[in-house]
């Protein structure tokens, strides 16, 4: 640090320069991000509660019953009546939670110190942090020709030190929703704590469904799902940070709770101490702006951007991986390596993300990405054909 005091104006200027180098939601050239621009009114309600922290509620009585609102309307979309849990810093953060739920929850009722979780090969990164900092062991399913978690596979994988079984409701890769009907029947009649990773699909299911969207229950209705994250900051349009996390049981984030002495609260069960009250007031704001029209009318425009898509690469002879689920398409050229056709659209200006199982291109289509872009993008690839 400097010395002396600088100018408001020199910082301004100084921070405006290295922003520019940021890419821009705007030019509809990230191809690859599951975040997108945050709505106006999310950030300006997000703005006013700068101060607020939830991590001392007593303090901010009302920003907490904010949250406690906000997880409550969370909990009703995946039909659970009477939801638990907290708004958080993300997805990450949010299937931590559940796994250390899970994990503290089977050392104290089933005496299993030395655990396992088993996710598919196609969990997010964040399950391996979070076996990592517990001292789990992850045990992996198979995923079937489908790229969806093969059930047969997870059976075999179930043993008397499993902690938790993790299904994931829009794949990070693919956008596939794993068959947790079937996988919630086995967790609830073998009694292991099943979590559901929704930070993806969880803004977009529910809303599809509701305007005919043949896709499968993934939710509380299921005996078996004991928690599910769901991320504001994705698909809900809130701004960053925003992670939900909801258990279906008040034990589960008991379980996790530590002595909080000098706090209004004798207890804490998050990870986080000091944490944002911005988070959950912008997430309130944003679900009541749209309601359940709202949000079903973003999702229903992000599906027609994404069959418009995939329909017009399968055109030009590019090979599509599956049919889209939800938002994301992901594709190959038929001969040229994938790495290369990427780094021919990144030259050409376009933010590339290749997926890692099966290698391929994967766009998602967030709410930047508009029809134009996507004419823009279809023009080069057919240039590169
Ligand atoms: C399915 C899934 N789970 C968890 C995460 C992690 O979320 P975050 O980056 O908000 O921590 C992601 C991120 O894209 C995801 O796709």
Same mark, same amino acid.
């Given at each position: 640090m400097q010395d002396n005091p600088i100018d408001k104006q020199d910082i301004l200027n100084e921070l405006a320069e290295l922003h520019s180098l940021d890419y821009d939601y705007e030019d509809g050239r990230i191809l690859g991000s599951m975040c997108t621009q945050a709505h106006p009114f999310a950030k300006e309600v997000?703005?006013?509660?700068?101060?607020?922290?939830?991590?001392?509620?007593?303090?901010?009585?009302?920003?907490?019953?904010?949250?406690?609102?906000v997880i409550k309307s969370i909990g009703e979309l995946?039909?659970?009546?009477?939801?638990?849990?907290?708004?958080?810093?993300?997805?990450?953060?949010?299937?931590?939670?559940a796994i250390r739920a899970a994990r503290n929850h089977a050392r104290k009722y089933k005496g299993i110190t030395d655990g396992e979780i088993i996710i598919p090969n196609s969990a997010h990164f964040s399950f391996k942090k979070a076996a990592d900092m517990l001292?789990?062991?992850?045990? @992996? $399913?198979?995923? %079937?020709?489908?790229?969806? !978690?093969?059930?047969?596979?997870?059976? @075999? $994988?179930?043993? %008397?030190?499993?902690?938790? !079984?993790?299904?994931?409701a829009g794949t990070t890769e693919l956008g596939l929703i794993d068959?947790?009907?079937e996988i919630s029947k086995i967790a609830f009649e073998k009694n292991i704590y099943f979590h559901v990773d929704a930070a993806f699909g969880g803004f977009s299911i529910p809303f599809l469904r509701e305007i005919g969207y043949n896709l499968p229950v993934f939710d509380f209705s299921l005996?078996?799902?004991?928690?599910?994250?769901?991320?504001?900051?994705?698909?809900?349009?809130a701004p960053i940070p925003a992670g939900g996390i909801i258990f279906r049981k008040e034990e589960y984030l008991e379980v996790m709770a530590v002595d909080s002495p000098?706090?209004?609260?004798?207890?804490?069960?998050?990870?986080?101490?000091?944490?944002?009250?911005?988070?959950?007031?912008?997430?309130?704001?944003?679900?009541?702006y749209f309601g359940k029209k709202g949000y079903s009318k973003i999702a229903g425009n992000l599906m027609e951007n994404t069959m418009f898509f995939a329909q017009n690469l399968k055109e030009i002879g590019y090979e599509i991986i599956c049919e889209p689920e939800l938002n994301i398409v992901a594709f190959n050229h038929p001969t040229m390596d994938t790495n290369v056709l990427a780094g021919k659209l990144?030259?050409?200006?376009?933010?590339?993300?290749?997926?890692?199982?099966?290698?391929?291109?994967?766009?998602?289509?967030?709410?930047?990405?508009?029809?134009?872009?996507?004419?823009?993008?279809l023009k080069d690839l057919k240039d590169l054909y």
């Open positions: 997000y703005c006013k509660f700068l101060d607020t922290n939830l991590g001392d509620p007593g303090l901010f009585k009302g920003t907490k019953r904010i949250e406690e609102e995946l039909s659970l009546d009477e939801a638990y849990g907290n708004i958080v810093t993300g997805g990450t953060e949010a299937n931590l939670m001292s789990l062991k992850i045990v @992996e $399913a198979k995923l %079937d020709e489908n790229y969806k !978690i093969d059930v047969g596979s997870l059976n @075999e $994988a179930i043993s %008397d030190k499993t902690v938790a !079984i993790v299904a994931i068959p947790i009907e005996d078996g799902v004991c928690s599910i994250t769901v991320d504001p900051h994705k698909m809900g349009l000098y706090l209004t609260v004798k207890t804490q069960s998050t990870i986080v101490g000091t944490r944002l009250g911005a988070s959950s007031a912008a997430t309130y704001a944003i679900m009541k990144e030259k050409r200006g376009w933010k590339v993300s290749v997926a890692k199982c099966p290698v391929a291109i994967r766009v998602v289509l967030m709410n930047h990405i508009k029809k134009n872009h996507l004419e823009e993008l």
